[in-house]
């Protein structure tokens, strides 16, 4: 069974430039949340999409956002981007059968 | 709201030790609680999952424990390697099948084998 599949794994980006990151979670998982990890910071929960609608975003600005397609993979959209979006940014795939949540490798985002 | 602490931040150990890893969390009406590893500038690896009717969950040379009632989970490592150098994440869920913000994570445990 693949695991959650992220792209792409890094990217270096301008200030004030724009940047889309994908996830495809394990197939059969409907829910898709994004995380944020600065460095030396903890886990920053940013986005959960759940059946293609957005469910609970977390204490970020709105130049992130996302959408979640009817294949149940995501696109985590930052806007805007400034110096402090560097981070790597992790999605994380779960079911209704609260099987637990499977992350996946991560894209790290540097701003320059 | 939900608060997780870890302790310790950091630990170092020489090869062959025994160590166990403590996990705090405030709201005891969790659905379950993972522990993850992460390795530096990776994602995290899932190592257990303890459901809230659980006490403890065993994977190879790892155990951990879960005593909800006093919001408290340990990671046992026996006989330590230096492969098991890493950041050691405890996160815990209140809902089935995702919710709100899905994992509240503590800070991690950064452990470093000696060889």
């Known amino acids: 069974e693949a695991g959650v599949t992220q792209s792409p794994t890094h990217l270096i980006k301008t200030r004030g430039q724009q940047v889309t990151l994908r996830c495809s979670p394990i197939?059969?998982?409907?829910?898709v949340y994004w995380y944020q990890q600065a460095l030396g910071l903890g886990l920053q929960f940013l986005l959960w999409?759940?059946?293609?609608?957005?469910?609970n975003r977390g204490n970020f600005p709105p130049r992130f956002s996302g959408r979640q397609f009817p294949n149940y993979s995501s696109e985590l959209n930052v806007n805007a981007l400034e110096l402090e979006d560097s981070a790597l940014y992790l999605c994380?795939?779960?079911?209704?059968?609260?099987?637990?949540?499977?992350f996946g490798s991560g894209t790290r985002l540097t701003v320059v | 709201k939900q608060e997780v602490t870890q302790i310790p931040a950091a630990l170092s150990v020489p090869e062959g030790e025994n160590l166990v890893l403590n996990c705090s969390f405030t709201?005891?009406?969790?659905?379950?609680l993972q522990w993850f590893r992460q390795d530096p500038g990776k994602g995290l690896t899932s190592l257990l999952l303890?459901?809230?009717?659980?006490r403890e969950q065993t994977s190879g040379r790892l155990n951990a424990s879960l005593d909800k009632s006093s919001g408290r989970s340990t990671l046992y490592i026996a006989a330590s390697q230096p492969g098991d150098s890493a950041t050691y994440l405890c996160?815990?869920?209140?809902?089935?099948?995702?919710?709100?913000?899905?994992?509240?994570f503590g800070k991690g445990t950064h452990l470093i084998i000696q060889p």
């Open positions: 197939s059969g998982h409907t829910s």
């Open positions: 999409y759940d059946e293609g609608e957005e469910r």
């Open positions: 709201d005891s009406a969790i659905y379950n």
């Open positions: 303890i459901q809230s009717s659980q």
């Open positions: 994380a795939s779960t079911s209704s059968t609260g099987a637990g949540y499977t």
């Open positions: 996160a815990v869920s209140l809902f089935t099948g995702g919710g709100a913000d899905g994992l509240t």
